[in-house]
């Protein structure tokens, strides 16, 4: 059987670690890390991501704050408030959920962000010091699955590392993370890739952000290979009270026999973005204090 890469369990100790330091803080008199998040519009997969980040602030004792906009809302009203939250002293860290409404391009949104507070690692200056000595605020999800396999021990040097997605947020950055902390060599598969088992097959440690589930099958991935699923989509399932279940990229039943160590979907990066999102705003409170 392979080894669960628990991310639940491991996000919930980070939690712990980050819940000391506020209470150390607040020993100190000092006032407690304050993340805020602004939210477009009424997507309830949206609304449950941010519930979930609301809830983990409460967890570790930060302040936090929610800003709610009709998705009509404009680009220029929307950046009038993130430029007050650039300036608010009281404010270390803050994040807009995407997606957003396709009239408001999250590139300008993301580039108005102050990188001091962009706590999510999403603009240019914090994705561009992935490969500098200086690292700052680091993309939130790379940044979780690469301390998810810090904590357990899984070594990266020289090993072949397979990322397959390239996006902007999850699999380009994390590829460089692999390749710049981790020691690794790293290919990237996208879209376009020909043969992508040919490449799957030969990962140590094959990593997944793509966003379609049944992609990866048992016959892509090599024995005892570490296995990490980024990917999460909600697929209708009438049991459920809810009306759907969330999976993964992987066919995890077929595939986590035959690896040796396997995330699952719920359970596996998902709260491991989140503790990044608070870990980056414990970095940018400590910036701010030092
Ligand atoms: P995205 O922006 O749509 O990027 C998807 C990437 O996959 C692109 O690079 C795309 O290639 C590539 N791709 C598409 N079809 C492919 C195929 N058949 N074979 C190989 N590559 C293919 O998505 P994203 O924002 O990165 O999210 C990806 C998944 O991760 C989604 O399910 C999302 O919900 C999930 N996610 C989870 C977390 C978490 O915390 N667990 C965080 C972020 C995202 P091109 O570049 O060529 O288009």
């Not at 008199?29 to 009424?42: E, F, N, Q, S």
């Not at 810090?150 to 380009?172: D, L, M, P």
Request: proline share 4%; charged share 25%; aromatic share 6%.
């Amino acid at each position: 059987m392979p080894a669960i890469l628990d991310g639940r369990k491991i996000s919930k100790d980070i939690k712990g670690e980050i819940a000391q330091k506020v209470t150390s803080i607040k020993a100190e008199g000092k006032r407690v890390p304050h993340l805020a998040i602004i939210i477009v519009g009424d997507d309830v997969a949206s609304h449950t991501y941010v519930n979930g980040k609301i809830n983990a602030c409460k967890e570790v004792g930060f302040d936090f704050t929610l800003m709610h906009f009709a998705s009509t809302v404009s680009e220029k009203k929307l950046i009038k408030h993130i430029e007050q939250f650039n300036e608010d002293e009281d404010i270390d860290g803050f994040i807009v959920q995407i997606p957003l409404p396709e009239h408001i391009s999250v590139e300008r949104i993301t580039e108005s962000i102050s990188p001091w507070k962009d706590v999510d690692g999403f603009t240019n200056q914090n994705f561009g010091s992935i490969v500098s000595r200086n690292q700052r605020l680091l993309p939130a999800t790379p940044f979780g699955v690469m301390e998810l396999i810090r904590r357990y021990e899984i070594q990266t040097e020289g090993k072949n590392c397979v990322v397959v997605g390239a996006s902007r947020i999850a699999g380009a950055p994390l590829s460089l993370m692999l390749l710049q902390d981790g020691g690794a060599t790293v290919t990237v598969c996208h879209k376009l890739t020909e043969n992508l088992a040919g490449h799957t097959k030969k990962a140590d440690i094959l990593v997944v952000a793509v966003g379609k589930p049944g992609l990866i099958t048992k016959e892509m991935v090599k024995e005892g290979a570490v296995i990490i699923d980024i990917g999460i989509t909600r697929v209708e399932d009438t049991s459920r009270k809810s009306g759907f279940r969330l999976v993964g990229d992987v066919v995890y039943d077929t595939v986590a026999p035959i690896a040796g160590y396997i995330t699952p979907v719920p359970g596996g990066v998902g709260p491991m973005t989140i503790v990044s999102l608070l870990l980056n705003t414990l970095k940018a409170y400590g910036v701010k204090n030092a």
